[in-house]
DNA sequence: GACCTGCTGCGGGTTG
């Protein structure tokens, strides 16, 4: 395996020997031989700076040296700014070999794209959605442009896995295949990837039919050490002059925190994040002192965000970021010395990934949470007397900290949006071609095998209705007027959508705006600008929701993030709670690291854990509210709230527990007993009550069957909802009978 | 107090 390097080109050989390295990396060396093979997938998994790219490019760059013609490399990317770190990284090395590399994205410079359809050859380097433009604008090239296609390589591939836009990248390489007559012969993919959990499932994500094996390569555990720390702060219930506020007190902790270093400061909201980097530079400013915090979102103007990126990648003046997960994946900005959570982050995935970013030259990962929960009154809600975001942030760390697991992608999905989309992609394309044709393509052997055939019948039969396509009387598909209209747009490439921003609207009064990719149910309770509401209507074609009042206590702080939140989490705040312990159990010693606050604040939910008897029973009566406190995943608390709904309550979730007001608890557990004996109640049941179901891009043209079908996969899980019912009910059967014995 | 990603071809103007 030391030798491995030997079997690349000798120019190759060379450039790593003027880089200084002294040997290749772990990864790098295990990587030679089955990209050399062409005959393998590879999954090649390790964390940011581990030198992934080199692993892939060397060997794959060594087999196409002495390629005259045609491009050999096609590199996919979720990220233009990825694509240029590309471009850069990669030039000593293709100037060595005198390789043609093209970054290839709606901003690269027309001249270089012009020289590549003159004389294809080398590495493109390109968007997915600019492979679908030359896919349908100029297959004929493509074909003949990516005939002696040797390698595809997909960076940052997790952030594909599980979404639409992943599902749009396997069908752009099926079909790439399919083009190139390559269905038998595939070309070989190469996954770059995040050291992320279970890696085992990852191949069936990167070819969903399995014509190729996969062989993975991983970073044997790295030996860099995790320091972490979880603070606490106290937001004052009434605000007295002069005082002190949380955010405040977040905002000098920061500034002492990272004056003076590089750093990164999740801050999760865009507001949010612009509100914490002008405290901060602020007090620079009164400091007089140079500022260097600055914030980094999608909102932001391009040219500040490359401003920010390049200060933070040339590592020469103090640098902090606060941001959003626009600095999560990964931009080269170089190791920075810790990384700052700032509220409960929602995902394990997303916080490995974050952490990533910290550690330099080998040194500890740093990851503080800054963590604010309510001072508590009598009419506090029970999610903040049960300190609930602490208690997630503190769950999350034992999740990162004590496994290898994270979240898996739903693959329950269906993705009828984006098979839509590529229909009319392949209509495109071929100007013509067969509904069995695409059937074959598509479903079969293409990335939407969970479509059954009568789905996709009903599918085209609809979109014929509606104009996209039209059957000519030879059998093939056209497209229709409408069909025209959408792909001959720019904006047809892409398959996500910006989501829509629906109104909220009290009387004649508007409140604010609120995007509609969660559940909106009429009846359902909502908190929205601090206080609680319930929904009266959703009118999908003025997109108001109409709200009234609610009474009831005071609405939580903290109301989950907006992003689901997994079973595994719950279950490990339910288990931290149990024990009233949330410490790290590191051989004989249990691992504090919570600051006294945190201590603090994390007793009281405790200590209202127990006092309530929550170890032993789901339910609740709180007041005139009925609660239960299912502890499972959004996807369950969604179900059972909406199937509370469906019988008649006002039922609302809030960090995954479930208040009813003005209702009796046993009325509420009435209901569910009906739940759990009726089978009748199905997911599609409970899709039709939604108003609003065109979530996705293409939505609005699905036929109502299949929309309600995808929605309801998609929101949903009746099957783990009943089971779990059962088991809540059979515990209190139990409880019930220890009482009396 | 909810996150992020991407996108063509062409016409008209200016500059070297």
Excluded at 14 to 34: N, S, V, Y
Excluded at 222 to 233: A, D, W
Excluded at 332 to 349: C, E, F, L, M, Y
Excluded at 485 to 505: G, L, M, Q, S, W
Aim: glycine letters at 8%.
């Amino acid at each position: 395996m030391i030798d491995a390097h030997e079997r690349l080109d000798f120019r190759i050989q060379q450039w790593i020997f003027k880089q200084g390295w002294d040997r290749l990396r772990e990864i790098q060396c295990l990587a030679i031989d089955p990209i050399l093979s062409g005959k393998t997938d590879v999954l090649i998994s390790a964390s940011t700076a581990a030198g992934k790219t080199e692993a892939f490019f060397l060997p794959a760059i060594s087999s196409i040296a002495d390629q005259v013609s045609g491009v050999g490399i096609l590199y996919i990317s979720p990220l233009k700014a990825l694509i240029n770190d590309q471009d850069r990284r990669l030039e000593s090395l293709s100037d060595l070999l005198d390789i043609q590399v093209t970054p290839w994205h709606g901003d690269s410079p027309q001249g270089r794209k012009n020289k590549l359809k003159r004389n294809p050859s080398g590495i493109i380097l390109i968007t997915p959605e600019s492979l679908e433009s030359l896919l349908i604008r100029d297959s004929g090239w493509v074909k003949s442009a990516f005939q002696n296609l040797k390698h595809i390589v997909i960076d940052e591939f997790h952030a594909f896995i599980g979404t639409e836009r992943g599902h749009h990248l396997l069908s752009l390489l099926h079909r790439l295949e399919h083009l190139l007559g390559r269905v038998n012969a595939p070309i070989p993919r190469t996954a770059l990837s995040a050291t992320l959990g279970d890696l085992e499932s990852v191949p069936a994500s990167l070819r969903p039919n399995k014509s190729l094996s996969c062989k993975i390569i991983k970073q044997t555990q790295s030996s860099s050490t995790l320091k972490m720390q979880v603070k606490g702060y106290i937001e004052s219930a009434v605000v007295i002059d002069e005082a002190v506020t949380a955010e405040q007190s977040v905002c000098n902790d920061l500034y002492g925190l990272c004056r003076g270093g590089n750093h990164l400061v999740f801050a999760n909201s865009r507001s949010r994040t612009e509100s914490i980097a002008t405290t901060l530079a602020e007090m620079c400013e009164s400091n007089t002192v140079p500022n260097e915090f600055f914030p980094h979102h999608g909102s932001l103007a391009k040219e500040m965000r490359e401003t920010l990126e390049a200060r933070l990648q040339q590592d020469q003046m103090p640098t902090t970021a606060v941001c959003t997960m626009t600095l999560e994946l990964g931009i080269d900005i170089g190791k920075v010395n810790s990384v700052v959570q700032v509220t409960a982050p929602h995902s394990i995935a997303s916080l490995r990934q974050r952490m990533g970013r910290s550690g330099r030259r080998g040194g500890a990962s740093i990851l503080r949470m800054l963590i604010t929960e309510a001072d508590l009154t009598e009419k506090s809600s029970i999610v903040d007397k049960l300190r609930l975001e602490l208690v997630q942030s503190l769950a999350m760390i034992r999740l990162l900290v004590a496994s290898k697991w994270y979240e898996p992608a739903d693959t329950s999905l269906y993705h009828f949006s984006t098979l839509l989309h590529q229909v009319l992609a392949l209509i495109a394309q071929w100007g013509g071609i067969r509904a069995d044709q695409i059937y074959v393509l598509l479903c079969k052997d293409g990335p939407f095998q969970q479509v059954t055939v009568t789905h996709f019948k009903d599918l085209l039969s609809h979109m014929g209705k509606v104009d996209l396509i039209t059957q000519l009387g030879s059998g093939e598909l056209v497209l229709g007027f409408m069909g025209e209209k959408i792909t001959n747009h720019y904006t047809f490439y892409a398959v996500f959508k910006t989501p829509e921003e629906f109104r909220i609207v009290t009387g004649s009064k508007t409140l604010g705006t609120l995007p509609v990719d969660s559940l909106i149910l009429e009846g359902q309770h909502i908190v929205f600008a601090g206080k609680r509401w319930v929904v009266e209507l959703v009118d999908t074609d003025k997109k108001v929701i109409s709200v009234q009042h609610a009474k009831g206590g005071k609405p939580p702080k903290f109301g989950g993030s907006g992003m689901a939140v997994h079973d595994v989490v719950r279950q490990e705040m339910l288990k931290i709670l149990k024990e009233g312990d949330y410490r790290v159990q590191v051989g004989e010693q249990r691992i504090e690291f919570g600051d006294a606050v945190a201590q603090a604040l994390f007793k009281e939910g405790a200590d209202f854990f127990k006092t309530a008897k929550l170890e032993s029973t789901h339910f609740l009566q709180y007041g005139n509210t009925a609660v239960v406190l299912p502890w499972a995943g959004d996807k369950v608390v969604n179900t059972l709230v909406a199937v509370l709904i469906h019988k008649g309550f006002g039922a609302g979730a809030f960090a995954g527990i479930i208040e009813v007001e003005n209702t009796l608890i046993d009325d509420v557990i009435g209901a569910l007993k009906s739940f759990r004996d009726d089978q009748t109640i199905s997911a599609i049941d409970l899709a039709d009550a939604i108003a609003e179901k065109a979530i996705d891009k293409f939505d609005e043209y699905l036929p109502q069957e299949i929309l309600v079908k995808g929605y309801a996969a998609r929101a949903f899980d009746v099957e783990k909802a009943r089971a779990l019912v059962k088991e809540l009910l059979m515990a209190r059967f139990k409880q019930a009978k220890e009482v009396k014995l």
